[in-house]
């Protein structure tokens, strides 16, 4: 209770209150859980000693407020995909705008989900901690005088799918700094647990998986969101139709699926009815797509559907996936298929479909490529355009702010460039309410899928083959849907427009954790230059933390971990700066010379 009351005082001193918008109050310790989801003990994160972390349930226009202790030996930062922190991009918990919370330290979030609604996920943004846990859901209801485009469900699920070795992120970390493939993960868990022993050749006896219990006849929204490293994952309950109703706080055109490609760090909604006899349980299956069946069978998660009447446990044979694990047209017809609800409202009451996009014009247009890994200065690393980007050690909206100059350029080429990859860091200069079309080229041989944070971009358009300024023909001009992770297919491209309503400094980034710690990523500055009095952007937060260059600006803070101390843990403050700089040489893999 004292340490929310001391998370309300912060509060307090970093902005007044709006009296007309709600406070939501968390108090998260960030630290090291000994688990062993598929068999074999490792340290995974948890919050509060939970994994997965706890919900974030609130609802439109409210203020979040997370007070963090890090009580792990590394850095952290928090990252809230999808949320857009509007005017806020000082909470967007990403290298390229805070300086990382050092071990043992305390930090405040505090953020609005202004005109939001949806399913969104939380996770740690550094060094592959992502692969370790440290995520949780988060559900932005609507107001309540806003309609719902369906009826209200009988219960609210969250299902978190991902890949999972058995490898510590620390050491997943050390094969990327080392040149090395993370190769094929060990498993697929499902809310953080291993899967039922459907088959007793390919699951060991003893691993706990999941069950999720549901009365008959009722109808659940079942939340599911791919919190993976790298592998894209059909989900699919065995016996019951999916019926697409939300993805990424965008209200779709309800259609039923039997299953669905979820790719990484994308989140859906659907409505389930457990309309089935209750003779025995059911299977929940996430299996790895666009994969070598045979040699991927175990990199499968399944839970147990478990009706309150069930006459037995689930046996037999595990639902059937798409027929061909590489029919690579059948899963993206199916992602063409997801549209936007136009009819509908969100976050406010007029119909999503009154924002005409297709009316809007270009205003920037870049084409980002990235292809397989490449070696850089005898490094191993990943680009966009050829270029690999490093996180400084000053971020760099914190650069503005303090007018730090040369910690990165306004050069990113809207083409690949000619010539050899190198390391830059090189962002894109976007035009404050302009419109923006991103282009994602994949010619890499396997899946990527690309997240833009503080915005909703429109999905108009993906095909395979290299895109060319005639694809535009093929755009989606009425019903694209707004989210903010797409999938581009190997040796294809998917296209998105954007309008940049929203001032701050914005990451794009490989939603694989792979890719994004070996430099694909970029970042996106939009300033308004008319605004002096922060009406479009708001200051740099009383608590701000300071690192890089303006280190010297940072109060010191005494170490208080409470799930355990490390030596790294009681540094003193110098010491601790020099161990964040490390993390961000770590991240980077290769500094850029002056």
Known sequence: MWRALAAAVVVAAVRPAVATDPYAFFDWDV??????????????IGINGKFPGPAVNISTNWNVVVNVLNDLDEPLLITWNGIQHRKNCWQDGVLGTNCPIPSGWNWTYEFQVKDQIGSFFYFPSTGLQRAAGGY??????????????????????????????????????????????LGMPDGVLINGKGPYRYNDSLVPAGIEYET???????????????????????????????????????????????????????????????????????????SARMVNDSLWRRVTGVAVLHYSNSGGKASGPLPDPPQDQFDKTFSMNQARSVRWNLSAGAARPNPQGSFRYSSINVTQAYLLRNTAPVVINGRRRATLNGLSFTPPETPLRLADAYGVRGVYSLDFPERPIHGAPKMARSIINGTYRGFMELIFQNNDTRMQSYHMDG????????????????????????????????????????????????????????????????????????????DTGNKTEMAIPDNALYCGQLHKYQKEQTPH???????????PTAAASRMVAAMLLLVGAVMLSP
């Not at 090291?32 to 995974?44: I, N, R």
């Not at 806003?146 to 009826?151: C, E, K, N, T, Y």
């Not at 009425?478 to 797409?486: E, I, K, L």
Request: aromatic share 12%.
């Open 31 to 44: 630290g090291y859980v000994t688990a062993a989801p598929l068999g074999v003990k490792q340290q995974v």
């Open 136 to 181: 949780g859901g988060v559900v932005v209801n609507n107001r309540d005088v806003i309609a719902v485009p369906f009826g209200r469900p009988d219960g609210d699920i969250t299902i978190f799918i991902g890949d999972w070795y058995n490898k510590n992120h620390t050491d997943l970390r050390k094969m990327l700094d080392n040149g090395k493939d």
């Open 212 to 286: 999720i219990n549901v009365d008959p006849g009722k109808t659940y929204r079942i939340r599911v969101h791919n919190v993976g490293t790298s592998t894209s994952l059909n989900f699919r309950i065995q016996g019951h139709n999916l019926l697409l109703v939300e993805t990424e706080g965008s209200y779709t055109t309800q259609q039923n699926y039997t299953n669905l490609d979820v790719h990484v760090g994308q989140s859906y909604s659907f409505l389930i009815t457990m309309d089935q006899n209750s003779s025995s349980d059911y299977y929940v299956v996430a």
């Open 455 to 530: 915005y909703a971009f429109f999905v108009v358009g993906m095909d395979y083959g290299e895109w060319t300024e005639d694809s535009r023909g093929t755009y989606n001009k009425g019903d694209g849907v707004a989210r903010s992770t797409v999938q581009v297919y190997p040796g294809a491209w998917a296209a998105v427009l954007v309008s940049l309503d929203n001032v701050g400094i914005w990451n794009v980034r490989s939603e694989n954790l792979d890719s994004w710690y070996l430099g694909q990523e970029v970042y996106v500055r939009v300033v308004n230059p008319e």
């Open 561 to 571: 971990h409470k799930m355990g101390t490390s030596a790294e843990a009681a540094l």
